[in-house]
């Protein structure tokens, strides 16, 4: 999977994707995303959730993703 820090992409396997998951006590997957303002003020919430910001449009959540708190994730998928 491809995932978005800002203008850095990431690559994000299977197992570390679940090993984030399982880490926490919450999931939200956000699908189509925007700009991710949702996933982030969820997963900033409760240091103990994981969000999800799912979106096929890079410079959608570009702006967003750096400056996100260490429990949220976005991904790049079409």
């Known amino acids: 999977m ?8 990431l690559v994000i396997n ?3 994707l679940l090993a ?14 925007g700009d991710g303002r949702y996933v982030q003020r969820w ?9 999800i910001g799912l979106d096929l449009c890079r410079e959608n959540i ?5 400056r996100t708190p260490q429990n949220t994730l976005y991904l790049i998928a079409d």
């Not at 491809?2 to 992409?9: A, F, N």
């Not at 984030?20 to 995303?33: K, M, R, V, Y």
């Open 2 to 9: 491809e995932g978005i820090v800002g203008r850095q992409t």
């Open 14 to 16: 299977r197992q570390q």
């Open 20 to 33: 984030q998951i399982n880490a926490a006590q919450e999931t939200l997957i956000d699908l189509g995303t």
């Open 43 to 51: 997963a900033a919430a409760a240091p103990a959730r994981f969000g």
């Open 62 to 66: 570009r702006e967003r993703s750096r």
